[in-house]
């Protein structure tokens, strides 16, 4: 685990007043080698009032039960219905028998009204309830509309969600179609340390609950917690990231981001205020405090410590490091979404254009930083702004959605072990791919991964069996090889395995061929068109 402090600037003014962006930069390490993962106990909410007939209810079964055939036999799960009324469709239990919970997901008929947080409320307590030693505890709410029965206040929601995932249990929203309220969503998702998704199309809901599972898959860390404690003569201005937050009476910050997965790179992006004739004096600018509890250890706590200074100089140069400054600028490129969707609500879309023109015209004054990085930002922004004019209920809610996916995954420089290359890795699977041999697979691409690969063929001719340990160790691994910018192939599933692979819907996000030289060949091809951008 690394844990670093990184200022912009390398020297600031020692007799003036000078803003300053920080940066806190967190890392974990890629995989875990345990064969004893953290169990789950997940609780899913489901909205089954009358507009989620047809189909979005069978689309959401589908996605459910994809979930409940991916999770292991020492996993726990409960599953709430919920319309103006709560129903209980399936206590909590471990899931040894999966069809039987899969038939009672079938037999879900929608209803009336939408009492959002009795549904909610009822999965929490049956997830915290849960007599689970060390369990990992998330539940998983779905809503295609308003809270409009219970408790309906965003104050008292979002309150909900932050006491419950103090107490170990966060929540994860997703919302469906275009009639819920992405603002309330996402808030409970940021204060419950979840995440929040949007499906437009029933289409688009497996996509949503298989990346929900890469990211329970790969949980390292909960309960993160980063006390910042600046020295006298600066202050903390502004938290550009979305990220719950609260100051203490002798001056510290603390926040709260949520929680950490394995090969993870997280950052947040801090303004400080800083009296360059008041601080030039201390040892250190800012000093900060991180606690979290380990999950692959045990829930062990671990606290890291980290500072940073800077020079002061009545004639500072213009020096600055180049992360912290594209850091700084995708998480404004992240608010200038979310502040733009906000003002859509009130139907103002000259000044939500206005948001996001800004902010395009700021990348554009620093394409020179790092070109490529920058145009991706301007072209998301860009399609944005043209959803507006085009539907802005539906633009409204992409915008949410995709800042909160930017703050989880558009990281600027990420670091690996050793350089990257273009060689393709070519690994045959044979026998059972299960609980037991998982850890040592994770290994061994671990390994390679450190010698630098990031494209994967694995040869399946000869793998009997896999189950949702296996499936989820081969998300695992697909997404660590997207975030190198590359790319995993599986070839030649047979039998009982490719039955798996299409029950559990996952034959639409892997890359399947039929043979080894197929998926040589699409690789090559791909890897050489990579090289023409």
């Known amino acids: ?68 055939n991916w999770l292991t036999r020492h996993d726990h799960l409960a599953i709430v219905a919920y319309d103006s009324n709560v129903e209980v469709v399936q206590p909590l239990i471990p899931l040894t028998d999966k069809f039987s919970v899969i038939k009672k997901l079938e037999n879900i008929r929608v209803g009336t009204s939408t009492n959002l947080s009795g549904g909610w409320l009822q999965a929490l307590k049956s997830v915290e309830a849960a007599d689970v030693e060390n369990a990992f505890r998330r539940v998983i709410l779905l809503t295609d509309g308003m809270a409009n029965t219970g408790v309906v206040s965003t104050k008292d929601l979002v ?27 996402r808030e409970i998702s940021v204060s419950g340390g979840g995440n929040f998704y949007f499906v437009a199309g ?7 609950f298989f990346r929900e599972f890469g990211d329970i898959a790969a949980l390292f860390g909960q309960g993160l917690e980063i006390k910042l404690r600046p020295a006298p003569g600066v202050s903390i201005k502004e938290i550009i990231n979305d990220v719950p937050y609260n100051s203490t009476e002798d001056g510290a910050y603390v926040l709260r981001p949520g929680d950490l997965r394995s090969d993870d790179l997280r950052n947040i992006v801090v303004v400080l205020e800083v009296n360059g004739g008041e601080a030039g004096d201390a040892v250190s600018l800012i000093t900060a405090e991180l606690s979290f509890y380990n999950l692959i250890e045990g829930s062990r706590l671990e606290k890291h410590d980290a500072a940073v200074m800077v020079n002061f100089k009545a004639r500072p140069s213009d020096g600055y490091n180049k992360t912290v400054r594209m850091e700084a600028l995708i998480a404004a490129s992240s608010r200038a979404m979310i502040e733009a969707s906000r003002i859509t609500n009130e139907k103002d879309l000259s000044a939500a254009r206005d948001v996001l023109n800004g902010m395009i015209r700021r990348l554009e004054s620093h394409v020179t930083l790092d070109k490529e990085t920058i145009e991706r930002l301007i072209r998301r922004l860009q399609e944005m702004e043209r959803n507006l004019e085009e539907n802005l209920n539906l633009a409204r809610k992409h915008l949410m959605a995709s800042a909160s996916e930017m703050g989880r995954s558009f990281v600027y420089d990420y670091h690996f072990s050793g350089n990257v290359h273009d060689r393709i890795l070519e690994t045959q699977l044979k026998g059972q791919l299960d609980l037991y041999r998982c850890p040592e697979l994770k290994a061994d691409i671990k390994r390679q991964i450190d010698a630098g690969y990031r494209y994967v063929i694995f040869d399946l001719t000869d793998l009997q069996y896999v189950d949702s340990s296996g499936i989820g160790t081969l998300i695992q691994i697909s997404n660590w090889m997207k975030k ?50």
Do not use: W
């Open 1 to 68: 685990m690394l844990f670093k402090l990184l200022l912009e600037n390398p020297e600031l003014s020692s007799t003036d007043t000078s803003l300053a962006h920080l940066l806190i930069q967190l890392e974990t390490p890629p995989v875990s080698e345990s064969p004893n993962r953290r169990p789950l106990v997940v609780g899913l909410a489901i909205d089954k009032s009358k507009s989620m007939y047809g189909e979005k209810m069978n689309a959401t079964i589908e996605a459910a039960s994809a979930l409940v």
């Open 159 to 185: 309150g909900i969600a932050a006491d419950h995932y103090k107490r170990g249990i966060s929540t994860t929203t997703i919302g469906f179609g275009q009639d819920f309220s992405e603002n309330l969503l």
């Open 202 to 208: 029933p289409e688009q809901a497996h996509e949503v």
């Open 484 to 533: 190198r910018a590359g790319l995993m192939v599986l070839a030649n599933t047979q039998g009982s395995v490719d039955k798996v692979f299409a029950m559990s819907k996952l034959d639409e996000f892997f890359v399947f061929k039929d043979t080894v030289s197929e998926s040589r060949l699409f690789l090559e091809e791909h890897i050489a068109a990579q090289g023409r951008v």
